[in-house]
């Protein structure tokens, strides 16, 4: 059964930075497709950034240039870096695993940028 589980959201303030991380379990890892998503409030769930099983990335464009996508094969680990933050970039954050057709999502972790 795959497991995600995110850590690293926080409260920050504008311009400030934060790593989130998602370790995985359960599948196989380096064979997925992992993403990272958010959903802020009373919004849909949207994309922010995925990286393929060769480390190709893309990014939404509302993040590209601020937010990095990697991954850690050796640790089942897939990890968002966040800099120069807005305020629009509060939302809780959502670890995605695709593997072999199959969605799967992590809880959850809250990014609040205060301005």
């Known amino acids: 059964q795959v497991q995600l589980v995110e850590s690293g959201g926080d409260l920050v303030q504008a311009g400030g930075s934060l790593r989130l991380s998602c370790a995985a379990s359960?599948?196989?890892?380096?064979?997925?497709?992992m993403g990272w998503y958010r959903q802020a409030p009373g919004k849909q769930r949207e994309l922010v950034a995925v990286?393929?099983?060769?480390?190709?990335?893309h990014y939404a464009d509302s993040v590209k240039g601020r937010f990095t996508i990697s991954r850690d094969n050796a640790k089942n680990t897939v990890y968002l870096q966040m800099t120069s933050l807005k305020p629009e970039d509060t939302a809780v954050y959502y670890c995605?695993?695709?593997?072999?057709?199959?969605?799967?999502w992590g809880k959850g972790t809250l990014v609040t940028v205060s301005s």
């Open positions: 995605n695993e695709q593997l072999s057709g199959m969605d799967y």
């Open positions: 359960g599948g196989i890892f380096s064979i997925s497709i």
């Open positions: 990286i393929s099983t060769g480390g190709s990335t």
